[in-house]
């Protein structure tokens, strides 16, 4: 700790930090435009001036720029100096001459970092009379609103977007004394984190395009900390909700997790909540057609089918909470509750799982992956399925070059410094995939089909573990060179990182991940592996150790169950179609708990409405096996329930388990822990219902909260009581606690003369650093010791084959090709992320559909082979779709998108013949 003075008050702070994060670190006021935590320092903008002394006797001083001036031990500074408060406040003036009057109508106003750094230097009055300097705004796509003329040229959006995202297309652009921010021309922004300049612009130029549609002023919303569902790194979110829809997301940071930033998916992919198909009333099969029923009529109807049935088996879901997968899992009663996935998922998942849990290689947080400094991902496209890592690995690139800055003296902090030594330098990045990924630019390729791919890393597994390696064909030569490069750079890193998943479907390639994460691990205990899985709940799922979805089949097959209860699961997406018909079909009474429609609704007897995330509360566990709560932003209109509310008064109904006495969410907590112990810690990962701060709740709404009488004078002019909240520590209400609460029960960040969410700084322990009380969430998973376990099978010396079988003459393999936006299910229906969904195509290499006499845009036949080998899809299928020409795709293989709302694939890995459509 270094000791500095400020104002004459001597303070204890960290010495490898510049003064201005020292200062806010304390949380003094100090103001700032061009500065971001995760940014760094390039002094651009002037604003954070302070007066810097010699000692206690020097009485004149000198202006310093607090964020390129470095703590040192002794400093004495000045803020308060009446010299460096005319010298900030001439700034300000400077930055406001051009910029508008248009506060009252600007989507920022209110949360504006400019205004409130304004505000603190104290400037009111414009004397500039002169005319302004004005731009013409441009369309930046569907997420993203400009607005040009708000711009005060701190140089924030290119470092963000150009720097730290990696995409180009944003610049800024100057002719004399003019600097222009967008891009060459009109046209969707190519960043899938292009959100964040949301917030990262300190005023009002780029701005929430999905807000404008529903506006609201920021503190008319009512909020809540929650987590995003539209994968599985469990990104931290703040839900705003106003007349009872979802208005916006922002990032909620999490030192551990998202830090400060959120893909474009999790920050837009929301309004599939507030979509007028959603199920908001009990629906119940009648003569072809679902009609609705009150929520008395449906439950009666509901404890009836209970009563009468002569089995009954539960369908789970990996995007539903743990909570709610354990009220089913009770309702049914634990041999009759199934994992809502098809058996390769299922073993998939559940081998990932048991990779993490044996060690000793540690899977780490997304701010941990931010460290590594050496990497190999095999198999994912981490930017379409895990985005949120695909931007910290980038992050990780730099750790090596940023190793040459400290050599020379540099601190981290100092970003232009740094940028300046590093140049273009990147450190060790392998990915190997069978098409090109949006991380190809920074990073050495190899490409293959999931065999091939499984085999490079079996044999770089062997590289690390041994010196030497068997000789090979010339032709692999190359692949040799490659495989012994990637054992280097792994081998003599500091922090490696070994990514995988199960998007191809390949146990092989999970075991060949272990292997690498172990042989690392023997002589580098700070080596880790980070799998990559598909849904918000996909780990917390299989860790409750329910059987596949054959095994629910085959229980209707035999007839010991015919009723059927799904938890928030369309079947059709999650496994094949025959598998699907024969769980509903078969089935005399089919009982579904969803938000969204669906072929499973459609096929159901009865249809519950459930809560989407905004309006439940639960916990989910990540790809870390981090267990996070998230809490509801509103209550929702009911007859609309959270699913564990509607399967424990299904219980009270048919006099069914404990958990007809459940009360709240505690009590699930607490039966869920007894019956599962695994989930223990989950109790820890936010304070109890009981939590009270100074004896009072904890406010969803900012004290600034209005229209509480006239939001509801159309149905009655007195104020209603606001609704009880049984299940958190928060209030429906803007009256509470005015204290900072747990990190896990922060609804939004503000703080005085702080509206903007620069306001983050006030809730740290150190800036950057995790949140005063510790970061949320609570891991479930930890290696036991750093004894390495039994290694994986590999094939032997095949592995320095390095390439898999060919396949029969005439026949490919389809892989699948995910999207950002179209692969996962909930997004898919928010309006401004279906514009950006791609239409259905089939790809090829261009020196494949040469062969084959194929042109781009061309449409062909795509038929899946039956003869495909066991675990791979022989169902016939037959296909009629546009070419697309993908110069990165390996050779021989086929791609097919996955997940798109407009398409159903085959189940993939799969072969397939390809030709010209008659």
Excluded at 424 to 435: F, H, K, M, Q, S
């Amino acid at each position: 700790m270094a000791t500095i003075v400020v104002d004459n008050q001597p303070y204890q702070v960290h010495p490898d930090q510049s003064l201005l994060a020292a200062c806010l670190g304390l949380g003094l006021d100090l103001p700032y435009f061009c500065w971001h935590p995760a940014l760094g320092s390039v002094g651009a903008c002037r604003q954070c001036a302070v007066k810097q002394f010699r000692d206690e006797k020097d009485t004149r001083g000198r202006l310093v720029m607090a964020c390129m001036t470095p703590v040192a031990e002794g400093i004495r500074i000045s803020i308060d100096h009446p010299e460096a408060v005319e010298f900030r406040a001439g700034i300000i003036e400077g930055l406001m001459q051009s910029h508008p009057h248009d506060c009252p109508v600007c989507d920022e106003g209110g949360e504006c970092h400019l205004q409130d750094m304004t505000v603190m230097t104290g400037h009111a009055y414009r004397r500039y009379e002169f005319a302004k300097r004005t731009f013409r705004n441009q369309d930046l796509g569907p997420f993203v609103a400009h607005e040009m003329n708000r711009c005060i040229q701190c140089y924030r959006c290119v470092r963000y977007y150009r720097e730290y995202a990696g995409e180009y297309d944003l610049n800024a652009f100057s002719l004399r004394n003019q600097v222009y921010f967008g891009r060459s021309e009109d046209g969707v922004l190519e960043s899938e984190f292009a959100g964040n300049l949301v917030e990262i612009c300190p005023t009002g130029v780029f701005t929430d395009k999905t807000l404008k549609r529903h506006y609201t002023r920021k503190w008319d919303l009512q909020m809540a900390p929650s987590v995003c569902v539209h994968c599985g790194l469990g990104c931290n979110i703040t839900v705003g909700e106003r007349y009872g829809t979802i208005r916006r997301i922002v990032n909620r940071y999490n030192g551990d997790v998202n830090g400060y930033f959120l893909c474009d998916r999790g920050r837009f992919g929301y309004e599939f909540v507030n979509r007028p198909e959603r199920i908001r009333r009990p629906l119940l099969a009648r003569d072809g057609a679902l009609v609705p029923l009150t929520a008395e009529e449906a439950l009666k109807r509901l404890g009836m089918l209970l009563a009468s049935a002569s089995g009954m088996i539960g369908i789970g879901s990996p995007r539903a909470s743990l909570e709610a997968n354990f009220a089913l899992r009770k309702l049914v009663g634990a041999g009759h509750f199934f994992a809502g996935v098809g058996e390769r998922e299922h073993r998939l998942v559940g081998l990932g799982l048991e990779i993490l849990r044996k060690g000793p290689a540690r899977t780490p947080s997304l701010a941990e992956i931010e460290k590594c400094d050496a990497a190999l991902v095999l198999g994912e496209d981490l930017t379409n399925v895990a985005p949120r890592m695909a931007l910290a690995l980038r992050q990780g690139t730099r750790q090596q070059p940023m190793e040459l800055a400290r050599q020379k003296g540099i601190a981290d902090w100092q970003d232009d410094h740094v940028r300046e030594v590093a140049q273009d330098e990147r450190g060790p990045l392998v990915i190997a995939t069978p098409n090109q990924t949006r991380l190809d630019s920074i990073a050495t390729t190899f490409r293959g089909s999931p065999d091939d791919l499984a085999l490079f890393g079996f044999a770089v597994a062997r590289a690390i573990e041994r010196s030497s390696q068997a000789p090979l064909e010339d032709s692999a030569r190359h692949e040799q060179a490659l495989i012994n490069e990637t054992a280097r750079a792994l081998a003599s890193a500091k922090r490696p990182l070994v990514v995988a998943g199960i998007s191809l479907a390949s146990e092989s390639m999970l075991q060949a991940a272990a292997k690498v994460a172990w042989a690392l691990a023997k002589s580098n205990p700070q080596s880790a592996i980070s799998l990559a899985t598909p849904e918000a709940n996909t780990l917390g799922l299989a860790m409750m150790e329910a059987p596949a979805l054959e095994s629910a089949a085959q229980t209707i097959r035999e007839g010991s169950a015919d009723t059927v209860i799904v938890l928030e699961n369309n079947l059709y997406r999650r496994a094949d179609s025959r598998l699907a018909d024969d769980v509903l079909k078969r089935a005399k009474h089919v009982v579904v708990l969803d938000f969204l429609p669906s072929e499973t609704t459609a096929v159901a007897e009865l249809v519950l409405p459930a809560g989407t995330f905004g309006e439940s509360d639960g916990t989910f566990v990540n790809n870390e096996g981090r267990a996070q709560r998230f809490l509801q932003a509103f209550v929702p209109e009911e007859p609309v329930l959270e699913s564990w509310r509607w399967l424990a008064r299904a219980m009270a109904a048919s006099d069914r388990g404990e958990g007809a006495a459940w009360k709240n969410l505690d009590d699930v907590l607490g039966a869920m822990v007894s019956a599962l112990p695994v989930f223990g810690p989950v109790r820890d990962a936010a304070p109890d219902s009981g939590y009270r701060m100074a004896g009072a709740k904890i406010p969803r709404e900012p004290h600034r909260y209005s229209g509480r009488t006239a939001m509801l004078a159309n149905i009655n002019v007195n104020e209603p009581k606001p609704p009880d909240d049984p299940d958190s520590p928060l209030a429906f209400s803007m009256e509470g606690a005015p204290k900072e609460p747990p990190g896990a029960l922060i609804p939004f960040f503000w703080s005085p003369g702080w509206n903007s969410i620069q306001a983050t700084n006030k809730f740290q322990s150190e800036i950057a650093g995790p949140l005063k009380g510790g970061n949320p969430g609570a891991r479930l998973i930890e290696p036991p010791s750093l004894t390495v376990p039994r290694q994986p099978a590999d094939t032997g010396e095949t592995t320095l084959l390095l390439r898999g079988p060919e396949p029969p003459a005439g026949v490919c393999l389809a892989v699948p090709l995910y999207h950002i936006f179209g692969s996962e299910e909930l997004s898919s229906w928010a309006p401004a992320v279906r514009e950006l969904v791609p239409k259905p195509y089939v790809a090829l290499n261009p020196e494949d559909a040469q062969a084959l006499g194929l042109a781009e845009g061309q449409i062909v036949r795509v038929a899946v082979a039956t003869s495909s080998p066991p675990g791979q899809s022989k169902d016939g299928k037959e296909f009629s779709l546009a070419l697309k020409l993908a110069s990165g795709l390996a050779s021989g293989l086929v791609g097919l998108p996955a997940g798109l709302p407009d398409f159903r694939e085959p189940t993939m890995p799969a072969w397939v013949t390809i030709s010209k459509a008659s």
